[in-house]
């Protein structure tokens, strides 16, 4: 089953904490055990897992990226997003979680991120869920 998720970003550059869409996608589908797979069909923006307990480490992230890989430099495309095309290369388009009697099998603290790289912008995932 594919669950399209729409996401509206509000910053140029920013993480969105997805972790209970992609639950509601996985407890809609009515699977209870199974893989699911998030896949990101854009060239400037990516998926993660990282912490979302602490929100300093998204800032972290954010400002790091964002210091190794500058919005202007001297770059071949002439879009002006040559960074976030970058960014989103390094990131990567999809992440992959098991879940087990509904429950996504996550280590402490984890949770799973839009990472916006050109917004704001409408932006979608998909969300494939097989059951095991
Ligand atoms: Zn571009």
Not at 92 to 98: C, E, K, L, N, P
């Amino acid at each position: 089953m594919l669950y399209p998720i729409e996401i509206s970003t509000h910053s140029r550059t920013e993480l969105v904490d997805i972790t209970e869409a992609i639950r509601n996608a996985i407890k809609k589908s009515g699977v209870r055990s199974g893989t699911c797979i998030i896949y990101v069909p854009h060239t400037t923006a990516a998926v993660t897992i990282n912490e979302n307990y602490d929100p300093s480490v998204c800032e972290d992230i954010v400002t790091t990226l964002n210091r190794l890989v500058p919005h202007s430099a001297h770059y071949s495309h002439t879009e002006g997003n040559a960074d976030a095309h970058i960014k989103a290369a390094i990131v990567g388009s999809s992440r992959t979680v098991f879940f087990e009697e509904g429950k996504i099998l996550f280590g402490t603290w984890q949770g799973i991120f839009f990472c916006e790289f050109d917004g704001p912008r409408r932006r979608k995932l998909i969300v494939k869920i097989l059951g095991d």
